[in-house]
């Protein structure tokens, strides 16, 4: 693994082709589900099956905590909370996953 700042807030994160990590939070692909691990919400997703990942924040709940929604043939398969200085990094590292994933296929 790689550690790298988050180049927005100079946050700590490690990145590798296959595995994200921030604080005690960790996204992987492994034999192609995608997993997550950690305090944010717990998913295991077919790789195949996301097309993309986007992001928004609901100004109804009670914290602004941005949502990451993994995005499957118009259905949203998941939504992750992730705080809103990891967000565009987490989204990054999917969709680069995403991306080779088809290009391999």
């Given at each position: 693994?790689t550690?790298?700042l988050?180049?927005?807030t100079?946050?700590e ?6 595995e ?8 992987k692909v492994?034999?192609?589900?995608l997993?997550?691990?950690g305090p ?7 790789v195949q099956?996301?097309e993309?990942v986007v992001y928004?924040?609901?100004?109804k709940?009670?914290a602004l905590?941005?949502?990451l929604?993994?995005?499957g043939?118009?259905?949203?398969l998941?939504?992750l ?6 967000i565009e ?6 969709l ?6 088809s290009?391999?296929?």
């Open positions: 693994m550690p790298f988050n180049e927005d100079a946050v994160c490690t990145a590798t082709a296959t994200y990590c921030w604080k005690k939070n960790v996204i492994d034999n192609g589900f997993i997550s691990k944010i919400t717990n998913v295991r997703i077919p099956h996301i993309t928004s924040m609901n100004p709940k009670p905590v941005p949502g929604k993994i995005i043939k118009g259905t949203v998941a939504e909370d992730i705080s809103a200085e990891y990094s987490v989204q990054d590292w999917l680069q996953v995403i991306e080779r994933h290009n391999q296929s």
